[in-house]
């Protein structure tokens, strides 16, 4: 019973806070940025003048009445003549029924569904997916492994080359990094006509990334669509590693050394038992609910930090690859996309803590009961 | 009562022993040092820069003279001379004669031509509005003897601008095609569009463009029409600028800026913004922290509440959003960053003051009918602060890093030009595509630094808060 609570308090403090994220959202559009929007309806109704002027006959008061209508129609169709709480209130609703309008994304990028945003977005989520799972979990498994090596030769040499290691990949902008790779893998491999090099981004060749952002499981099941994908993952899915193992690797070896420094590891040693008992028993089976969850809690502010950047950098068609097109893609910023982007975020971000709080509670047999 | 005062310690260590334990360690060391190198580069960047560089920067025209997407100078020292260097011709002699109403100012030099790429541009900068803004302005004709023996007239030219460039005046390029139609039979030799003034060192071996190396003698005649002291174009006025192939310590841009210089202003401006971040950060931590920890009761569990959401929310995609709708410039987008990031510093803070609460010697002290900011002042802070410190070092890159990936995005800019902007930059003039390193490997290379720097420093400061750590 306690523990129906315990998961209800959180997913009601989840809940409360998506909608916070979501009202601060919706009013800064209805508010303060409406100025951005007026912006906007003006460029497209000056478009939608400028093609009846190429194609129509009309005189300079009829294009005048028929702009000022055209804007006081989208200004109405956007909400703009209610006032903000209103409006407000109104983009929170489209929000949350997933009614996240349209988007005038340029079609190089593949038209998908016709411009709707909600399309958009769910194209973009497997290639997030994708990236963010290998990379954390692959990325956790090599990092926790040599954390452990390094805390049990505390002091040693290769033990403080892992500490440097930790601070140096820290440092590192994961998205620099991705650029310094496609520089070297890609573009210096490809000058001096290596036999093989890597593309320069993009998540698949264009002959399949129709079918990736239509159906992206019938890409696993193609051979050479599978090849080409993996082809493409290689350079994004290093770097990734390189920059996160050490990070884990640092924290699995502060976990361990705390716990070899308790009582009981001391007196296992007194006790005179086997130094791989002693590791395995006493030291790693109490420090793992310790790194395991840890991975579990910091997995989404990993997933909506440098990884948002380095997709960008690899042209990666996901979250973050969107984003960049959405800001720098078109000559101004494509709100409807933006604004729906940080909306999924959040409640992506809310859905993946909620699944690791109760694997956490699973875990930990001090919360279970 | 001064004995006690020399006795002061924090965490149970004197200040002499927590220096100790800190150099202690290989990290401690590495991590001093390159502070040290941190805050000297940051000075002589703020000593150098001039105080106006920001309008410097983004004024365009003051970058006009040098080459674009040119790779640092010191790579002809590697790969030998290939690329012709910048050059800023001041060694020349200079005549002035006046007869019928004209000025005549004859200027010789000579230049050593010994790469495999010639000078892009000649420039011929008049820094006197009085000379190029005159009615009828003066005209240039140069005359450049090559290493061949051949002579090569080009002009007139007018100078009615601060800088004529030599080589896309259409009388130049008809002047070098007609040279190189009249020696080696060879039609349109410079591409429509494209300077003329490579070509002036260039010759045609076996029926190829080859490079002509040598020595080249140089003289341009100014033709003054008029015969004041005024209208003489002084020397100090004068200015001849070869454009070259590559350009300073760290090449140029795609505007020509020294990148350098944009390098050397990123280190104020990002130490800047990693301080203020984790300095508000840590503020708001303490007083938060503080608040819950001393108070406790439902102050306590309303700010821990709070604090949760804070540390919940997801401050990067809101970064974007707002950076986006409202336009934000850097210190926004700091301002923001902190207000939405201390809330793990919060709980550190809250834990520490819960445990030292519950201590023996604050009961006694309470008994003893010690007030609470008595105990605050004389228990409680003095405990924290080192606690303190260590929290503001490890703030210090998290700011940094996000701050360059948002200017990477080309969002929250500043005037003053930031790594991440410099690499947003980069990527958006296909430096990627092009192979441009020098513009995209130092910037990174400078955030990851900085990074690196306060990374170390915390590290090496945790066996001093942890002292489970500490060795031996």
């Known amino acids: 019973m306690g523990l129906a609570r315990t998961l209800a308090v959180r997913a009601a403090t989840l809940v409360i806070l998506l909608f916070i994220v979501l009202f601060v959202i919706s009013f800064a559009l209805a508010g303060p940025a409406s100025k951005i929007l007026k912006d906007e309806i003006m460029m497209e109704a000056k478009s939608i003048i400028m093609s009846l002027m190429l194609h129509g006959h009309y005189n300079s008061t009829q294009i005048q009445q028929l702009q000022s209508q055209i804007i006081t129609q989208l200004e109405n169709a956007y909400g703009l003549n ?8 109104y983009i929170m609703y489209n929000m949350v029924v997933f009614n996240w309008g349209y988007s005038y994304f340029p079609s190089e990028y593949g038209n998908v569904g016709g411009g709707k945003v909600v399309d958009i977005i769910l194209s973009a989520l497997p290639g997030t997916i994708l990236l963010d799972t290998f990379g954390i979990l692959l990325s956790a498994f090599i990092g926790i492994e040599i954390g452990l090596r390094s805390a049990l030769k505390y002091g040693s040499r290769s033990d403080r080359a892992v500490m440097y290691y930790a601070a140096l990949s820290n440092g590192i902008p994961q998205w620099w990094l991705g650029i310094v790779m496609l520089l070297v893998f890609s573009f210096y491999l490809a000058q001096i006509h290596a036999p093989i090099y890597f593309p320069t981004g993009g998540i698949i060749g264009p ?6 952002l239509t159906n992206p499981i019938k890409v696993f099941m193609i051979p050479q669509a599978l090849l080409d994908l993996l082809w493409h993952f290689t350079l994004p899915l290093i770097t990734v590693l390189i920059i996160n193992v050490g990070g884990w690797a640092y924290f699995a070896r502060t976990v361990v050394l705390n716990i070899s420094q308790e009582d009981f590891v001391t007196f296992a040693k007194i006790k005179g038992l086997p130094e791989n008992h002693i590791v395995n028993r006493y030291i790693l089976r109490p420090a793992a609910p310790s790194i395991l969850t840890s991975i579990f809690i910091t997995i989404p502010f990993i997933i909506f930090g440098g990884f948002l950047v380095t997709e960008m950098v690899f042209k990666w068609w996901g979250l973050g690859y969107v984003y960049n097109i959405a800001i720098v893609g078109s000559p101004v910023p494509d709100l409807p996309v933006v604004v729906a982007l940080t909306y999924a975020s959040t409640l992506l971000y809310i859905v993946i803590i909620f699944i690791m709080e109760i694997v956490y509670i699973m875990l930990d047999p001090r919360l279970r009961e | 009562m001064a004995k006690r005062q020399r006795e002061f310690r924090i965490l149970g260590m004197t200040p002499g022993e927590i220096a100790k334990e800190f150099f202690s360690s290989s990290t401690g060391k590495v991590a001093a040092t390159l502070f040290i190198i941190l805050v000297v580069v940051s000075i ?16 365009l025209k003051y970058w006009q003279l040098n080459p674009q997407y040119a790779p640092p100078a010191w790579i002809d020292s590697i790969i030998g001379p290939v690329y012709s260097p910048q050059l800023y011709i001041n060694n020349y002699t200079y005549v002035v004669q006046q007869s019928n109403g004209v000025t005549y100012i004859t200027i010789t030099f000579t230049v050593d031509f010994k790469y495999d790429k010639p000078w892009n541009e000649i420039f011929i900068v008049v820094n006197n509005p009085a000379i190029y803004s005159m009615a009828q302005p003066p005209v240039l004709s140069m005359t450049v003897y090559r290493p061949d023996g051949s002579v090569l007239s080009l002009g007139p030219l007018p100078i009615s601008r601060r800088v004529t460039i030599l080589g896309v005046s259409s009388e130049v390029i008809s002047q070098v095609n ?3 139609y009249d020696k080696y039979h060879i039609t349109g030799i410079v591409p429509t569009g494209s300077s003329a003034t490579p070509y002036i060192f260039y010759t045609i071996d076996n029926g190829k463009l080859t490079p002509l190396k040598g020595t080249y003698n140089f003289r341009l005649v100014f033709y003054v029409f008029s015969q004041n002291s005024s209208s003489v174009i002084n020397k100090k006025d004068l200015e001849i600028v070869f454009q070259g192939q590559i350009y300073g310590l760290m090449g140029t841009d795609n505007e020509g800026h020294d990148l350098w210089l944009g390098l050397l202003a990123g280190f104020p401006i990002d130490l800047a913004v990693g301080l203020v971040s984790a300095l508000i950060i840590v503020v708001i931590a303490i007083i938060i922290g503080i608040v819950a920890g001393f108070y406790g009761g439902l102050v306590d569990e309303a700010l821990m509440r709070l604090t949760d959401f804070v ?4 401050a990067f995609p809101l970064l974007i959003v707002f950076s986006v709708l ?7 987008a700091v301002l923001f960053l902190a207000i939405v990031s201390w809330g793990a510093s919060a709980r550190i803070i ?12 604050i009961e006694s002290a309470v008994i003893a009918g010690a007030s609470r900011m008595w105990i605050l002042r004389n228990h409680i802070l003095p405990q924290i602060i080192p606690y303190v410190l260590y929290l503001l070092v490890t703030n210090v890159p998290g700011a940094i890093l996000t701050l360059a990936a948002i200017n990477f995005l080309g969002l929250a800019g500043s005037e003053y030009p930031t790594w991440g902007m410099l690499l947003y930059y980069a990527e958006e003039f296909g430096a990627l595509t092009s192979g441009y390193w020098w513009w995209v490997i130092p910037p990174g290379l400078l955030v990851a630094f900085v990074a690196v720097v306060f990374i170390l420093t915390a590290m090496a400061s945790e066996p001093v808060v942890n002292p489970r750590l500490r060795y031996g």
Request: positive net charge; without cysteine; glycine residues 2%.
């Open chain 1, 82 to 89: 209610k006032p903000p709480a209103i409006r407000t209130l």
């Open chain 2, 350 to 361: 809250r834990a520490m003051i819960m445990q030292i609460r519950s201590a023996q010697y």
């Open chain 2, 44 to 59: 002589y960047a703020l000593v150098v820069l001039p105080p106006n560089f920001a309008s410097v920067w983004n004024n």
């Open chain 2, 326 to 332: 409202f336009r934000w410039s850097i210190w926004d």
């Open chain 2, 311 to 314: 540390i919940l929310l997801p």
């Open chain 1, 207 to 212: 002959k399949y990334y129709g079918l990736w």
């Open chain 2, 178 to 180: 007609l040279f190189y």
